[in-house]
């Protein structure tokens, strides 16, 4: 227990990290901490731990955000910039994936491969989430989202996630980056529509290009409308009434 402050500003842990149940009543600073490169010396460092007062966690190194997966904090920690940026989270995932391959072992059988590394994001995805939800009653909706896609990530490394979902979860990164891009899908869109016309265009010229009558420009045109009519309106090929609103 640390009734008053805590004070481990710039100092390194080259090995085990352990405050489990631990307890800072005072202010606790970590600024500038060099922590564990090692996955299995930092995972769950601050199991159980309870952050009273004001925690700093700034630091300008990588940061675990593993160790978070289990700590409580009754004030929103503070860590600066880089934790929240698209590098820092990739950077996370990375560090977890290198880990699980770190420790590979030939002897080992593959189930028990799949366990290790369903165990670095299980404790990688927890911290993720702990701290959505920290930022989120701090009313932080960047960082918020932000967490909230480490998590999404980490789900899919899940022994509870099934092919289906993965593919969902990639999709969803891909169209729109879990909800955080405003420009992918209307980027999305637009390679969507230029794809279907060049079918519908070339499915057309195969079909009548022989014919009398027949012209490229306005097949192209046809199957730009016909495109977006699709995507927009899906069900509106059925319509009778479809044909004639397209001439």
């Not at 593993?66 to 880089?82: E, T």
């Not at 080992?108 to 993720?128: H, K, V, W």
Request: contains cysteine; proline residues 3%; positive net charge.
């Amino acid at each position: 227990t640390f009734t008053s402050l805590a004070d481990f500003g710039e100092c390194t842990f080259l090995r085990m990290l352990k405050f489990e149940n631990a307890s800072f009543s005072g202010p606790a600073s970590f600024e500038d901490v060099r922590f564990p490169s090692k996955f299995e010396h930092s995972a769950y460092a601050f199991r159980g731990a309870k952050f009273a007062a004001s925690a700093n966690f700034r630091t300008g190194r990588f940061l675990p955000i593993g160790m978070f997966s289990n700590a409580k904090f009754d004030r929103c920690p503070i860590f600066g910039d880089l934790h929240v940026s698209e590098y820092y989270i990739s950077r996370c995932i990375a560090h977890a994936l290198s880990e699980s391959i770190r420790t590979w072992n030939p002897n080992i059988p593959g189930r028990e491969l799949e366990r290790s590394l369903a165990a670095y994001f299980i404790c990688l995805g927890g911290g993720f989430r702990n701290l959505k939800l920290l930022m989120e009653a701090d009313r932080s909706r960047s960082a918020e989202y932000a967490y909230y896609k480490g998590e999404a990530i980490c789900r899919r490394y899940s022994r509870d996630c099934g092919k289906i979902e993965a593919m969902v979860s990639r999709l969803y990164e891909i169209v729109s980056d879990f909800g955080l891009s405003i420009t992918r899908p209307i980027y999305a869109m637009i390679v969507l529509v230029a794809v279907s016309a060049l079918i519908y265009f070339l499915v057309y010229y195969n079909h009548f290009s022989g014919i009398s009558g027949y012209d490229n420009a306005q097949n192209a045109d046809q199957s730009v409308l016909f495109a977006v009519r699709s995507i927009v309106r899906p069900f509106c090929v059925w319509d009778l009434s479809f044909v004639d609103r397209a001439k």
